[in-house]
């Protein structure tokens, strides 16, 4: 399956894009608008939050439809403002976390997000913690009980994740680029517009 992801900075859609400084994006003049929907739907707030202050005022609070929030957190103890704000399912992106202790101080105020996961050739984080081998990292995560995995694939690529470590996973995909045929351990794909 797949459905569409939107990303955002300051009330303007924007796309996405990963190059040799990092994540950035393409911006334009276009205002955000989520549109109506019957599958699930993935929201980026690309500027992120500044501390302690979630931007999402574009968004509808308790969502009909299944919706996946990225605001782009950048440090663990926020992620209780992202789950108060009531915007639909949060994502705990690893990208800025420091390490497993962050991300364990995190999940000390919720079991109810989605562990989010950059991928270009390898697991792209600021943490060394995280750019191990991306089954051992899924590994580590489901022994801490997180098995609901969003992989954003940078470049367009995919990881090979193994049959028996992805049977335990409800792994869904999210492609920057032009999407690919989806992996069979993929539960959902979505694409950026």
Known sequence: MVWNAIAYNHGKRVKPIWDSK??????????????????PQL??????IIRNRPDPFPL?????????????????????????????????????????????????????????IDWSNTVESKSHDFTIDIVKLLQQLHQRGQTDILIYSLLGEYPYIPAGTAINLNIKLAYLSESKPPPQWAKGVFVFE
Do not use: C, H
């Not at 990092?22 to 599958?39: H, V």
């Not at 929201?43 to 992120?48: L, P, R, S, T, Y």
């Not at 996946?68 to 957190?73: E, M, N, P, T």
């Open 43 to 48: 929201i980026w707030d690309m500027g992120g």
């Open 60 to 116: 509808s609070s308790s969502p009909e439809t299944e919706t996946y929030v990225d605001f782009g957190l950048i440090w663990g103890e926020d992620i209780i403002d992202l789950i108060m704000a009531d915007r639909g399912k949060v994502i705990l992106p690893l990208r800025n976390l420091q390490g497993f202790d962050e991300l364990d101080a995190a999940l000390a105020y919720t079991e109810d997000v989605i562990i989010g």
């Open 22 to 39: 990092g994540l950035s994006f393409l911006t334009s003049d276009t205002n955000l608008a989520i549109p109506e929907t019957s599958g």
